[in-house]
């Protein structure tokens, strides 16, 4: 099975600041990665597949990218809203997450 | 807009099991595929599987193979998750979601509670 590993498990950072998001898989996942986003109490959130597709209604300040085993998820200008936990999931090879990044503010 | 509704919280005793449904809307039903997620307390959010909305025909998450049974009512757009031999650690929130790679739409997930 392949491995999703997050870090950091948890970011603090203030709001304007630019926020990257590490995500490593246990072996090559050819891009198929996507990126979600979990608000307290709610379900969550397609921002972003295939790596670095982001999706309809995204703020542009989010953004991906990588390959091979390696990938990352930006957020340019950090906004209060985006206070949330944050899920890396491959669908190359079975279907894993990552144990999740918590993104809070400073 | 595309809606996926889930049935409320369960309270189940061990050994039991349970059948949660999540009825789709907003688009043809048996286009895309419904996967069924984990999440427990922890925050740790695992695939379960996946039903063909339109076959019928199912995938599973090795883990979960004899644990969930995935089935579809095409005439109500609903698909239902049974989980059997309840345990502690089936307590989660479990979320229908469409398709069986993107998840890009998610149901409001539903607690399972399992105890005696």
């Known amino acids: 099975d392949i491995q999703m590993t997050q870090s950091p498990s948890l970011l603090s950072a203030s709001v304007g600041d630019r926020v990257t998001l590490n995500c490593k898989a246990s072996?090559?996942?050819?891009?198929?990665l996507n990126w979600y986003q979990q608000k307290l109490g709610e379900a969550p959130k397609l921002l972003i597949d295939?790596?670095?597709n982001l999706q309809t209604g995204i703020p542009s300040r989010f953004s991906g990218s990588g390959s091979g085993t390696d990938y990352t998820l930006t957020i340019s200008r950090l906004q209060p809203e985006d206070v949330a936990t944050y899920y890396c999931?491959?669908?190359?090879?079975?279907?894993?997450f990552g144990g999740g990044t918590k993104l809070e503010l400073k | 807009q595309v809606q996926l509704h889930q049935s409320g919280a369960e309270l189940a005793k061990p050994d039991s099991a349970v059948k949660l449904s999540c009825k789709a809307s907003g688009y043809i039903f048996t286009t895309y595929y419904i996967s069924w997620i984990k999440q427990t307390t922890g925050q740790a959010l695992e695939y379960i599987g996946h039903?063909?909305?339109?076959?019928?025909?199912?995938n599973y998450n090795e883990k979960f193979k004899g644990k969930a049974t995935l089935t579809v009512d095409k005439s109500a757009s609903t698909v239902f998750m049974q989980l059997s031999s309840l345990t502690p650690d089936d307590s989660a929130v479990y979320y229908c979601?469409?398709?069986?790679?993107?998840?890009?739409?998610w149901g409001q997930g539903v607690m399972v509670t399992v105890s005696s």
């Open positions: 072996q090559n996942i050819k891009k198929n």
């Open positions: 979601t469409r398709r069986g790679d993107l998840f890009d739409y």
């Open positions: 039903i063909n909305t339109g076959s019928g025909r199912t």
């Open positions: 295939y790596t670095n």
């Open positions: 999931y491959q669908y190359d090879s079975g279907r894993t």
